[in-house]
């Protein structure tokens, strides 16, 4: 069975441990050397960040997020291990892992890191199709040629080279299709390396719960639950046509990737039409302390991103989703393009104020769309806001200070609360 070592690169035929190096870290698959379709996701992308630039946090619990009334962004695996979630509120967080490091966020410093992940991946392929700052998805059909080795050997390179010359780890799921490719790199975190070829593909699925696929949230788990769906054995009884009059044009992709079946082709040139952030919280909350402490650093993940891509947006949308599962959109369109977090956390904090007696939430969202080039954004000043240009300009300036300096040279103070 052919197979490969991860740690140097050896090829070779099964056995327990690398004939070269002696590394046990092996990866052995009958189709290891033919599939091409992968999908990597960094390893608790912020805290391996924040590891990184502190090795006194090295083998400690660090959880990323606000002060005691905010809530988890991201938490290491070490804090995972005693139960910490991303969105759970921070009480909560420290009274499993009481002994964590809070660690307040740097999205600068993360778009940064996230950049030189992506020029690595951009050196084995012209096609790759981000997710978001910590995750893309590869095609690397014809690049052997190219390389001189098969796709697994230079995606094993690619989280050697990471944690070598970055200093942060990923995890790699090598599949036929998109679907796959996404599930395999959930199942060895963290640094893993999971393969599911097309022969095991039904195997593999029958037993396992629906809610691996993609997208299937609370409330489209319990619209499943209803119909006696768990499972994607479960699923394979449906007829296309039951599935569709039950669940519309979910049915459809439904019945398609419970057989394995995805047609999605990874692309490097799908035009971006928005940007946005959004967390499914453990508990509903109805705190407008902690649903405004999550706004704003929405706004400042959004905007980052935003000034990452060189774009800006035109409308800021607010979403919420109730307890009953029930959404809220509310749509703002601006006089003139922003990237700024300033603004878009303005409009949105204005945009909950309308909804604000709805709660509790169990979802929140910030984002912008009809998005223009940086170069039309906040040009002009606002007559009903005549301290608006002066924020603007504040935040450039600590975006020109942290270029220079650093990330965490300045931290606005609205982060500190």
Not at 72 to 79: D, Q
Not at 211 to 226: C, K, N, T, V
Not at 278 to 288: G, L, N, S
Request: net charge positive; aromatic share 6%; charged share 30%.
């Amino acid at each position: 069975m052919p197979s490969l070592c991860r740690d140097c690169l050896h090829d070779f035929e099964t056995a327990a441990r690398c004939p070269q190096c002696r590394s046990p870290r092996v990866l052995s698959h009958p189709e290891l050397f033919d599939l091409t379709i992968a999908h990597m996701d960094c390893d608790a992308f912020y805290a391996s960040v924040e590891k990184r630039d502190n090795p006194e946090l090295e083998g400690k619990p660090v959880i990323i997020g606000g002060g005691r009334r905010g809530v988890v962004s991201t938490a290491c695996y070490v804090a995972r291990i005693k139960g910490v979630k991303s969105a759970m509120p921070m009480f909560k967080a420290l009274q499993l892992c009481p002994e964590a490091i809070v660690v307040r966020g740097r999205m600068d410093r993360y778009v940064e890191v996230s950049k030189q992940v992506r020029a690595l991946m951009d050196e084995l392929t012209p096609v790759v199709e981000p997710l978001s700052l910590d995750e893309a998805f590869m095609d690397l059909t014809g690049t052997a040629r190219l390389h001189g080795h098969p796709p697994a050997v230079m995606l094993a390179r690619l989280v050697k080279r990471m944690k070598e010359e970055i200093g942060i780890t990923g995890s790699i799921g090598l599949s036929h299709n998109k679907f796959l490719a996404k599930v395999a790199s959930d199942l060895d975190k963290p640094r893993g390396f999971s393969v599911i070829g097309k022969a095991e593909t039904m195997d593999f699925l029958r037993p396992r719960p629906v809610r691996l696929i993609w997208g299937i949230g609370p409330a489209a788990q319990d619209s499943l639950d209803r119909a006696g769906i768990r499972s994607f054995d479960d699923l394979l009884r449906w007829d296309l046509r039951d599935l569709q009059d039950r669940f519309g044009a979910m049915g459809d992709r439904l019945w398609h990737l419970a057989r394995g079946q995805d047609a999605r082709r990874v692309s490097a040139h799908s035009p971006v039409k928005s940007l946005s952030n959004e967390t499914t919280f453990a508990e509903d909350t109805a705190d407008p302390d902690i649903l405004d402490g999550h706004i704003w650093r929405m706004a400042e993940k959004v905007s980052a991103r935003a000034k990452a891509k060189d774009k800006a947006g035109r409308v800021v949308t607010l979403k919420l989703k109730r307890a009953n599962h029930k959404g809220l959109t509310r749509r703002q369109s601006l006089h003139q393009p922003t990237q700024l977090a300033d603004t878009i956390y303005r409009t949105a904090r204005g945009l909950f104020e309308g909804a604000v007696g709805e709660g509790p939430f169990r979802l929140l969202g910030v984002g912008i769309s009809e998005l223009t080039p940086a170069a039309d954004a906040d040009r002009e000043g606002d007559l009903l806001d005549p301290d608006a240009g002066r924020r603007a300009e504040a935040e450039r300036a600590v975006d020109r200070i942290k270029d220079r300096f650093g990330a965490d040279a300045i931290l606005k103070g609205r982060a500190l609360r």
